[in-house]
């Protein structure tokens, strides 16, 4: 399966007359939009914001973050039942706003969503700080649950980015990048000298809210899975999360998987990458043996020299990752697992809630536990009200002065178990 993503540059936002990009510059129709949103019987209310890099913007609670993308070319549209038909999607061409995100905001589970500051220390630590961000914050109706707002809000960010999308189907890309993976026995045969690797991904499928959706379908209801890599790059995978903003998987991570990229990188040189299973985080014991038991098992069926396994969350799910992780090694397969740490405040705590001797290759996103003081913003999109009870914060982390003192748990994206983030370890 051959994808081409045509990159279309987007420097600015700005509202306008119509919904267009001229000139690396993103005009968004406000109306258009809120009139998009508004068809959902289940939202009351809808407002559209902007949010450029470098603005004293404050915005939280954050939901999703999508990135703006079309088919142009190709069988399927974004997001596969999701707003789109059950087609398979990965091939043909697909061009990107990139620099450009939709932002979804509102009061959900506010204690398990995020905060991105637009400027000052809080930016450095999530990456959608240097986006131009569109951002939608809507209102539930009267007597609708929280599970209906949470489905209300996703569907509306994506269909959203969809739209705004649409902007760029014919605006010729700034530069195009080619990705491809060949059916298993073609792909092998290309590079018989090289090890075979694939990617390992685990989705957070918990429930009451902690949610992955894949084609369309509750990730709880899967067994593990292969999918092309690029079927990802299409909104195949889509987030449902309300958990720590810190280690979420918002829709824009899997857009742009950064493990996926960096393996295609390699792909032909290194290794060779063979392709993405795709497995859940179970709740019950009896699950979690069925998902990892699968996944070591498509290990062992490709006949694989090494895997990459990477999580989502933390907690329950660390032994997902711990099971997953002994089981491929235990068939003989050199196995690497990214994840992120919940060490305490000093560090000084154990990282994971598992371990095991086989699990000794691991790349950490950080720690979750570690503080920061956001300083006061001039400007607040969506609520302060959750700041004293989300994850990572506490009572008084919202001080009289404007400022906020939090573990870098409440900023979205900061611990990233894809990698999608800023922070590493210098080695002396």
């Known amino acids: 399966m051959r994808l081409e993503l045509g990159n279309i540059l987007i420097k600015d936002v700005q509202f306008g007359d119509a919904t267009k990009v001229e000139d690396h510059v993103?005009?968004?129709?406000?109306?258009?939009?809120?009139?998009?949103?508004?068809?959902?019987?289940?939202?009351?209310?809808?407002?559209?914001?902007?949010?450029?890099?470098?603005?004293?913007?404050?915005?939280?609670?954050?939901?999703?973050?999508?990135?703006?993308?079309?088919?142009?070319?190709?069988?399927?549209?974004?997001?596969?039942?999701?707003?789109?038909?059950?087609?398979?999607?990965?091939?043909?061409?697909?061009?990107?706003?990139?620099?450009?995100?939709?932002?979804?905001?509102g009061k959900i589970v506010g204690f398990q969503e995020g905060i991105i500051d637009m400027t000052g220390p809080g930016a450095?630590?999530?990456?959608?700080?240097?986006?131009?961000?569109?951002?939608?914050?809507?209102?539930?109706?009267?007597?609708?649950?929280?599970?209906?707002?949470?489905?209300?809000?996703?569907?509306?960010?994506?269909?959203?980015?969809?739209?705004?999308?649409?902007?760029?189907?014919?605006?010729?890309?700034?530069?195009?990048?080619?990705?491809?993976?060949?059916?298993?026995?073609?792909?092998?045969?290309?590079y018989p000298e090289l090890p075979k690797v694939m990617y390992v991904q685990m989705i957070q499928t918990q429930g009451l809210l902690h949610d992955t959706y894949v084609y369309g379908v509750d990730g709880k209801q899967i067994i593990p899975t292969i999918l092309y890599p690029t079927e990802t790059m299409d909104g195949a995978i889509v987030s449902g999360n309300c958990v720590s903003a810190c280690d979420k998987n918002t829709t824009y991570h899997h857009q742009n998987n950064p493990v996926v990229k960096a393996m295609y990188g390699k792909h032909g040189k290194d290794f060779n990458f063979l392709g993405l299973i795709v497995t859940n985080e179970n709740v019950y014991l009896a699950d979690k043996e069925r998902s990892s038991n699968m996944t070591a098992k498509f290990v062992e069926y490709?006949?694989?020299?090494?895997?990459?396994?990477?999580?989502?969350?933390?907690?329950?799910?660390?032994?997902?990752?711990?099971?997953?992780?002994?089981?491929?090694?235990?068939?003989?397969?050199?196995?690497?697992?990214?994840?992120?740490?919940?060490?305490?405040?000093?560090?000084?705590?154990?990282?994971?809630?598992?371990?095991d001797p086989l699990a000794n290759a691991v790349v950490t996103g950080g720690n979750a536990n570690e503080t920061i003081i956001l300083p006061k913003m001039d400007k607040v999109i969506g609520t302060l009200d959750y700041v004293d009870i989300c994850a990572g914060g506490f009572d008084g982390s919202l001080r009289e002065d404007g400022t906020i003192m939090v573990e870098i748990q409440a900023i979205t994206g900061a611990t990233n178990e894809l990698g999608f983030n800023k922070m590493s370890a210098t080695g002396y």
């Open 302 to 355: 490709f006949g694989l020299d090494g895997a990459i396994v990477s999580q989502e969350g933390f907690g329950n799910p660390d032994t997902d990752l711990i099971m997953n992780a002994k089981k491929i090694e235990q068939k003989g397969v050199k196995t690497v697992i990214i994840t992120d740490e919940y060490a305490g405040r000093d560090g000084a705590s154990q990282s994971l809630a598992d371990a």
């Open 124 to 190: 450095d630590f999530t990456p959608f700080s240097k986006l131009n961000n569109v951002v939608l914050l809507v209102e539930r109706g009267e007597g609708i649950e929280a599970h209906q707002h949470e489905a209300a809000l996703r569907t509306a960010g994506l269909k959203v980015a969809a739209y705004l999308g649409e902007a760029g189907r014919n605006v010729e890309p700034d530069e195009v990048l080619e990705f491809e993976t060949k059916p298993v026995l073609e792909q092998v045969a290309q």
């Open 26 to 105: 993103l005009y968004v129709n406000k109306q258009e939009i809120i009139d998009l949103v508004m068809q959902d019987e289940h939202i009351t209310n809808v407002d559209v914001d902007l949010a450029r890099p470098g603005e004293s913007v404050r915005i939280t609670p954050v939901k999703d973050v999508v990135e703006p993308r079309v088919k142009v070319d190709g069988p399927g549209g974004m997001f596969p039942g999701m707003i789109s038909k059950v087609d398979q999607v990965g091939s043909g061409r697909t061009h990107v706003l990139k620099g450009a995100a939709v932002m979804t905001v």
